[in-house]
């Protein structure tokens, strides 16, 4: 463990070195956005209400107060709270507004002003800042960069789309600890419209992504290798149940269907299958978090003595996961600490056992991505390629354009090697222009690549869609 640690030490510092260039001309242009969109909301908020202060929220809830619109959530001192999960529960289309707004000014107070004069950025990874091991980051924190883009226009969303604000808020709520479901009227879902998924489109003036920020150097593409439900492959490991070993050897498999086969004995012909997947896949998450039966309700949309009941048929039908818990639970209680498959130890108090689970799968999930850097770290040696970036379970490469069609390859399969022979898959995509657009690396055409070179190429050669990255 202590040499790992040394090694990664080494890899890390040449990651923080190289740094990761700002597209300045996009941050720029995306403060002007933002202070323009802002200016918008502000003015939606005060003809609904009046002017006040936006950023205080004693004004902000005696301006509320006065038109009958009253905060669900109290503080600890008894007064009307008027934070994000509070604003979410408020049926008025004016919470959602003030949400918005006070997102755009997060965007651009800690993720755009910032880099306004940034060209290149360098910031500091930490393998001692998690009790876990995970990496952190910090000066910025990249690991908080948004996944998903914003839109700068009103938009009225879909049945669907309002289903999956329904669901969006409640998860966001359930993390806050609030047990609270809410119902909102499709007005005030259509205020979360603002919030986007990862498919940004570089097309559209009136979407937004932080990731956009980030782009490669000249003659260079950004290559980012995101590992394959790494956590949920690494708790099913430790399971040591025969029929998920089998399964984890396949790349495409649906671990959530197949975990509500095995434990609530449906299959995909029946109709309450999609229930059950859902069920299974709350239920593995929550399992690996540590989240108790009241945050698990919340996700499964029921009470927290049903979702009990749920999760002791989860255990009794997916053969080794109770096992697995209570041997965990039992070794805290009486020994008071736990070692993960590379030797980490953790120690945590005989009443929080239940978390050694969310530990013994983070840390080593955590080790196998450090085992990992290191290895591609060296291979990366005497190229013209560097690794510039880790983000929870991807890495990001900058990759030279005379390296783009072969080098990739050699990466994933270090990636997907492990000391702990655990089948992981990784997937791999060229970010171009920039991390907010991702395109699957056997279907991507260099446009750098001479005409001649391309001739001689056989692309499907270089990345077979079927049996790409497989495990060894």
């Known amino acids: 463990?202590?040499?790992?640690?040394?090694?990664?030490?080494?890899?890390?510092?040449?990651?923080?070195?190289?740094?990761?260039?700002?597209?300045?001309?996009?941050?720029?242009?995306?403060?002007?956005?933002?202070?323009?969109?802002?200016?918008?909301?502000?003015?939606?908020?005060?003809?609904?209400?009046?002017?006040?202060?936006?950023?205080?929220?004693?004004?902000?809830?005696?301006?509320?107060?006065?038109?009958?619109?009253?905060?669900?959530?109290?503080?600890?001192?008894?007064?009307?709270?008027?934070?994000?999960?509070?604003?979410?529960?408020?049926?008025?289309?004016?919470a959602g507004t003030i949400r918005q707004y006070r997102t755009l000014e997060k965007l651009r107070s800690t993720y755009v002003e910032p880099f306004l004069e940034v060209d290149t950025l360098h910031t500091n990874f930490?393998?001692?800042?998690?009790?876990?091991?995970?990496?952190?980051?910090?000066?910025?924190?990249?690991?908080?960069?948004p996944r998903n883009h914003f839109k700068l226009a009103d938009v009225h969303l879909t049945t669907d789309e309002r289903e999956e604000a329904?669901?969006?808020?409640?998860?966001?709520?359930?993390?806050?600890?609030?047990?609270?479901?809410?119902?909102?009227?499709?007005?005030?879902?259509?205020?979360?419209?603002?919030?986007?998924?990862?498919?940004?489109?570089?097309?559209?003036?009136?979407?937004?992504?932080?990731?956009?920020?980030?782009?490669?150097?000249?003659?260079?593409?950004?290559?980012?290798f995101d590992y394959s439900q790494m956590e949920v492959r690494v708790f099913l490991s430790y399971l040591?149940?025969?029929?998920?070993?089998?399964?984890?050897?396949?790349?495409?498999?649906?671990?959530?269907?197949?975990?509500?086969?095995?434990?609530?004995?449906?299959?995909?012909?029946?109709?309450?299958?999609?229930?059950?997947?859902q069920m299974a896949k709350a239920i593995t998450f929550g399992t690996i978090y540590g989240i108790g039966n009241k945050k698990l309700a919340i996700q499964l949309g029921t009470t927290p003595k049903k979702a009990g009941q749920y999760k002791k048929q989860y255990f009794a039908g997916l053969r080794g996961s109770r096992e697995f818990f209570n041997s965990v639970v039992?070794?805290?209680?009486?020994?008071?600490?736990?070692?993960?498959?590379?030797?980490?130890?953790?120690?945590?108090?005989?009443?929080?056992?239940?978390?050694?689970?969310?530990?013994?799968?983070?840390?080593?999930?955590?080790?196998?991505m450090n085992e990992r850097l290191i290895d591609v770290h060296k291979l990366l040696q005497g190229t013209s390629s560097k690794i510039i970036l880790q983000v929870h379970d991807e890495i990001m490469c900058e990759v030279h354009e005379s390296e783009i069609t072969t080098l990739p390859k050699q990466i994933a399969a270090s990636l997907e090697q492990n000391s702990l022979e655990i089948p992981l898959f990784v997937d791999v995509e060229v970010c171009?222009?920039?991390w907010a657009t991702k395109t699957d690396w056997s279907n991507y055409r260099p446009t750098t690549v001479s005409t001649d070179i391309i001739d001689y190429i056989d692309w499907g050669?270089?990345?077979?869609?079927?049996?790409?990255?497989?495990?060894v």
């Open 240 to 277: 040591q149940n025969t029929d998920m070993q089998q399964l984890l050897l396949r790349r495409d498999v649906d671990f959530h269907g197949e975990a509500a086969k095995l434990a609530f004995g449906v299959d995909e012909a029946s109709s309450d299958f999609k229930f059950f997947r």
């Open 126 to 145: 930490c393998n001692w800042g998690t009790v876990t091991g995970r990496l952190s980051a910090r000066n910025p924190n990249l690991h908080n960069i």
């Open 1 to 94: 463990m202590w040499e790992l640690e040394i090694e990664l030490t080494s890899a890390l510092f040449a990651m923080e070195q190289e740094g990761i260039r700002i597209d300045q001309d996009y941050t720029k242009g995306l403060f002007k956005k933002l202070q323009q969109r802002k200016r918008e909301m502000e003015a939606k908020i005060f003809e609904a209400v009046g002017e006040f202060n936006i950023n205080s929220p004693k004004q902000m809830g005696e301006k509320l107060n006065e038109h009958n619109i009253f905060s669900q959530t109290l503080t600890p001192t008894g007064r009307q709270s008027w934070n994000e999960a509070a604003l979410a529960k408020i049926n008025d289309p004016i």
């Open 330 to 368: 039992r070794t805290v209680e009486t020994r008071g600490w736990i070692r993960n498959r590379y030797g980490r130890k953790y120690q945590l108090p005989s009443e929080l056992g239940y978390k050694g689970v969310n530990y013994l799968v983070q840390g080593t999930s955590a080790d196998i």
């Open 432 to 434: 171009h222009p920039s």
């Open 461 to 471: 050669d270089v990345l077979p869609k079927e049996e790409s990255l497989v495990y």
């Open 166 to 224: 329904k669901q969006r808020i409640n998860a966001m709520l359930a993390t806050k600890g609030d047990i609270g479901i809410i119902e909102l009227d499709d007005d005030v879902l259509d205020t979360w419209s603002f919030i986007g998924d990862e498919s940004y489109d570089e097309q559209d003036s009136t979407q937004i992504s932080i990731r956009r920020l980030f782009i490669p150097r000249p003659n260079h593409y950004l290559v980012s």
